[in-house]
């Protein structure tokens, strides 16, 4: 990746993008920003399909031109710690219950689905964690099972990206926000000084925390915000541009809850300075109507929506000629929080 690169990484659920086709997610990102993100644990029931097939993941999800990341963790499961695991295996709590996966495993996923690139088997731990008995456990078995990966992968065909340690200057940044309030979480993110010269994955949760990974050099980010917030019937309604006093979305909060009756009448769209399929075509009146009578259509709006205002937000940052226009670009959003 060249300096400064960042970009969303999409997670999916299922063995698809939650509420959106591959060409609704195409119509949002470019051709250079389309990576999709499945974790090992979804991997590992496409396994054999793919092996039938003799197709790759991102083929069998009819997302052929997308880069596809194979990860620890479901970021749809939220921030949590895995579950209790062994030195033999990784454990991780399911929908369909407590799953394990073994470096053999991990492996023939990896064969399998044929991912772009690979995340090594890790635990997570809090980038500000203090060094417990357990969290010293989790790092041993982490280091344990990132030997054991690279080995088995040494001759494969997929980039294999490492957990984060004191000695790498890029990877897995296998700590999310967990306990650190968002400072701690900047301060010990811009503490890794991530290089620029291989890959970097990281996992936001708020946009707060996107911007921390954007100036933190973090490459690869993966985030269910838009799918977070659409669940709530908000919408991400910051303002990207700055290059006004008033917010070209004509208000001053960052997003907006649309369940609120004080859009009854609003036909304007979400954001005036907003292309995006939601925008050009439905305006807030009828998205709050759609709330009021739990039409799911409204999920699907705002997730399109949101994930096209956060896409438009990384891509000012990255395609920023200098590094004051990318502080600034923070600066401006982050005040709007």
């Known amino acids: 990746m060249e300096s400064n690169a960042c970009f969303l990484l999409i997670p999916m659920k299922k063995g ?7 060409d609704q997610l195409r119509a949002i990102l470019q051709p250079e920003e389309r ?5 090992m644990f979804d991997a590992n ?43 033999k295996c990784l454990a991780s709590n399911h929908e369909r219950g407590r799953v394990v996966v073994s470096v053999d495993t991990w492996n023939t996923i990896v064969d399998a689905v044929k991912p772009d690139l690979a995340v090594t088997m890790c635990d997570t731990i809090p980038l500000g964690a203090n060094q417990t008995r357990k969290q010293r456990a989790a790092k041993r078995r982490s280091e344990l099972w990132n030997e054991a990966c690279v080995k088995k992968q040494q001759n494969g065909n997929c980039l294999v990206v490492q957990p ?21 979480f900047a301060v010990n993110l811009q503490s890794l000084k991530l290089s620029s ?36 019937g908000i919408a991400l309604v910051m303002d990207i541009n700055g290059d006004s006093d008033k917010p070209l979305s004509g208000v001053s909060e ?16 979400l954001c005036r300075d907003c292309t995006c399929y939601t925008c050009k075509r439905h305006h807030r009146a009828y998205i709050h109507h759609l709330l009021t009578v739990q039409e799911m259509n409204s999920s699907i709006l705002l997730v399109i929506h949101n994930l096209s205002r956060m896409a438009q937000l990384v891509r000012k940052y990255r395609t920023a000629t200098t590094d004051e226009a990318r502080a600034n670009i923070v600066k401006h959003v982050i005040t709007q929080y």
């Open 35 to 39: 990576y999709i993100g499945i974790s």
């Open 254 to 269: 960052p997003q907006i809850d649309l369940n609120s009756a004080e859009f009854t009448y609003d036909i304007g769209p």
């Open 45 to 87: 029931e496409f396994s054999s399909l793919c092996t039938e097939s003799q197709l790759s993941f991102s083929q069998l999800a009819a997302m052929g031109d997308f880069k596809s990341v194979l990860t620890c963790r479901s970021t749809f499961q939220g921030p949590h710690c895995s579950a209790p695991s062994t030195d």
């Open 16 to 22: 698809c993008v939650p509420n959106l086709t591959p």
């Open 197 to 232: 010269k291989s890959v970097s994955i990281g996992v936001a949760f708020s946009i707060p925390q996107l911007l921390a990974s954007l100036v933190g050099r973090v490459e690869l980010i993966e985030s269910t915000i838009p799918w977070d917030l659409a669940d709530k």
């Open 164 to 184: 984060y340690t004191n000695d790498h200057s890029s990877g897995f940044v296998h700590s999310i926000p967990q306990s650190e309030n968002l400072l701690e």
